[in-house]
């Protein structure tokens, strides 16, 4: 079955026309999709258009399944996707409108000891489709779609899932997303977090997207950081940062840098390796409390060494902030809650 959200409004109409019927048939059916309709009811397509298409596209591939408020406000949703597998998505609410993390995979190859998403290897890919249902669903949630108030303005690719890992469908998505006519997010609203593909990084540098990269560093020296993340082993820090300079100079989009804030990672001696691989990058540092997961060796770094490190990279003009703690009380970061789920907790 193809996916009706996956499509262009140029290739449905191209698609529409071949089959003989009238090309605002496909514009009609493309804002119903984006709208999160069941072909079924989208009502100002004739019953007959609706019966043939149900044949061969679906629409709505994502459902949520649960949702779980934090007292925050945050919310966690698992949700559904049409061969039933269960993914995750957070919604945060700030001053400027909601930011969605969403899942780019069905669970993770990539193994970093801290994170529970990876513990059980990856399922499968994500498609664009399923990327685009997240948000679609997540905006009907709200209340919000296009012809309404668009309620989700800023989406971080930050859940389950290496997005570098499943790169063709990462890149349509982000197409889609901030085409017009659909939610038209603007990718500098869109955030890509990588634990570091190099090559995949050089190749995105070379699409021409507006996006933030957005690295996961945790350490600063290929020992530290290969203890932590099996993808270190692959690629070296110099490597990565090679692939991290070019996207800059490709795309002179400012680079963030996320850091778990774990014992033996966090020190004056890290922010000024981080200062000297960072050289000539704009770059933004987002220190990360640790979200104690069941298997993560990982103990925080005291409080002590966290003002040393950021009071270090201050020094050499690297702006730092911690992330806000959101939504801890229900089981807030990656792949926690899809896991606490399917074990039955
Ligand atoms: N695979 C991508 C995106 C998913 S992880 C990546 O590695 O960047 C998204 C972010 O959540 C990463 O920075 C990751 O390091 C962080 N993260 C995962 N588990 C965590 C935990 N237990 N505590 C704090 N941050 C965590």
Redesign the pocket.
Known sequence: MKILEEYTLDQLKQDFEQKGYKRYRAMQAFSFAWNYTPIQEMTSLPEEIRQELCQEYTSIPVTIHKEFVSRDGTVKFLFRLLDNNLIEGVLMKYKYGYTL?IS?QVG?R?G?V????GIDGRVRDLTAGEMIGQILAANKYLGGGIGNDRKITNVV?????????NYDNVVKFIKLVSASGTINISQRNISL????IAPKIRSLADEGLGITL???L?ATTDLNRQKI?K?ATAYSLADLFEAIHYYYKTTHRRIVF?Y?LSKGNVSAADAKRIASLAKGLSCHV?M??????PT?P?EPASQEKTREFFETLKSYGITATTRRTLGSDING????LRRSYLKGE
Do not use: R, W, Y
């Not at 690719?157 to 890992?165: A, R, V």
């Not at 977090?193 to 570091?196: E, F, K, N, P, Q």
């Not at 990360?288 to 997961?293: E, G, R, S």
């Open positions: 993390c780019t993770c990539m970093c801290f994170c529970a998403s690719l930050m859940g389950s899932g290496e997005p570098l890992d977090s990588t634990c570091g957005t690295i996961s945790h993340m993808v996320e778990i987002n990360i409390p640790i979200n104690k997961t993560s990982l970061s990656c792949g926690q």
